[in-house]
């Protein structure tokens, strides 16, 4: 059965350090993977996909994410965190026996001034 | 402005007592879906509705019924409440349910509590 794991329930960077928030997947064919958002008190917002092609992925407010294959990993990074990225951030597998998506369990990032 | 707006925020209520969390999305969109989220299992997905008239079950149906007269709404029910409902609760839309390419755009989330 397809599975999304974030093994991270919680994350503390300081400001303008990197970031890495790490997904891990469990799915038979090519996934279609998604990283979220959820900003506090507010609903989830797609930060970037991915479905085939380059596995380096650009997203909205200056995220990437890389696919692996050989480590079934999807990794969201940023080079240099803001004080606004605190948010809670979810990855997401497409499932595509009927197009619904499977979530992980989210891991909240906090950001140390 | 394109949106998803779902009501109450929150909402405290008693076991046993029926409710409807209403959503509603002014994008055209055909696909719509609840999700429940609860600390350390993410989103799971209650119900989701392809288009008017077409419902089907998320992964965690029980206590829950929907439907989906107009396109633009997609309310939730609960016919009886129980403590084990507490949850946030997001509504989502998207442009089509037959494609994951589809971004989808969530509402802001009904808090519930039931006592």
């Known amino acids: 059965a397809q599975s999304v794991t974030q093994p991270d329930i919680h994350i503390t960077v300081s400001e303008g350090a990197s970031l890495e928030l790490r997904c891990n997947y469990s799915y038979g064919a090519t996934p279609y993977l998604f990283w979220y958002v959820q900003s506090p008190g507010q609903g989830l917002q797609l930060l970037l996909k991915?479905?085939?092609?380059d596995t380096l992925v650009q997203g909205i407010k200056g995220f990437e994410a890389e696919f692996k294959r050989s480590q079934s990993s999807f990794n969201l990074r940023k080079p240099s965190v803001h004080w606004s990225d605190a948010a809670e951030y979810f990855c997401a597998v497409g499932r595509g026996s009927n197009y619904q998506l499977i979530w992980g369990a989210g891991t909240k990032l906090i950001i140390k001034p | 402005e394109a949106q998803v707006t779902q009501n109450p925020r929150y909402l405290i209520t008693v076991t046993g007592k029926k409710l409807t969390v209403t959503c509603s999305q002014n994008?055209?969109?055909?696909?719509m879906s609840w999700y429940r989220q609860d600390p350390g299992l993410g989103l799971r997905q209650i119900y989701y509705s392809m288009n008017v008239e077409v419902t089907d079950k998320g992964d965690v149906p029980e206590g829950y019924k929907v439907s989906r007269k107009e396109k633009r709404n997609f309310p939730l029910i609960l016919e009886s409440p129980s403590p084990n409902q507490t949850s946030l609760y997001f509504c989502?839309?998207?442009?089509?349910?037959?494609?994951?390419?589809?971004?989808?755009?969530f509402g802001p989330g009904t808090r519930l509590t039931v006592l």
């Open positions: 991915y479905f085939s092609g």
């Open positions: 994008m055209n969109h055909e696909y």
């Open positions: 989502a839309s998207s442009l089509s349910g037959t494609s994951l390419y589809n971004e989808q755009f």
